[in-house]
């Protein structure tokens, strides 16, 4: 099981913009989709996707707040 991360851990300042590495992290949570670090620069499937080999820690922090966020809020797309 992974740490939960919290923003306030970290003395980090982050954009929540969409295609951010927090939206992505999110919106994989939301979805259900595994946990994998990416972003869209210029928004989401919008211009070239960053890989986490390409991130740098901070962002990949950043995705990882993101996602856990959302699995704290326990707010996830109902597929039923």
Not at 8 to 21: A, L, T, V
Request: net charge negative; charged share 35%; aromatic share 16%.
């Amino acid at each position: 099981m992974r740490y939960i991360m919290k923003e306030k851990d970290y003395d980090i300042n982050f954009s929540m913009k969409h295609g951010s590495p927090y939206d992505r992290g999110g919106a994989d949570s939301y979805y259900q989709r595994p946990f994998d670090p990416h972003y869209w620069p210029e928004g989401t499937n919008k211009g070239l996707r960053v890989e986490k080999s390409e991130m740098t820690e901070k962002e990949i922090i950043a995705y990882t707040i993101g996602f856990d966020d959302n699995e704290d809020s326990k707010n996830f797309k109902d597929y039923s």
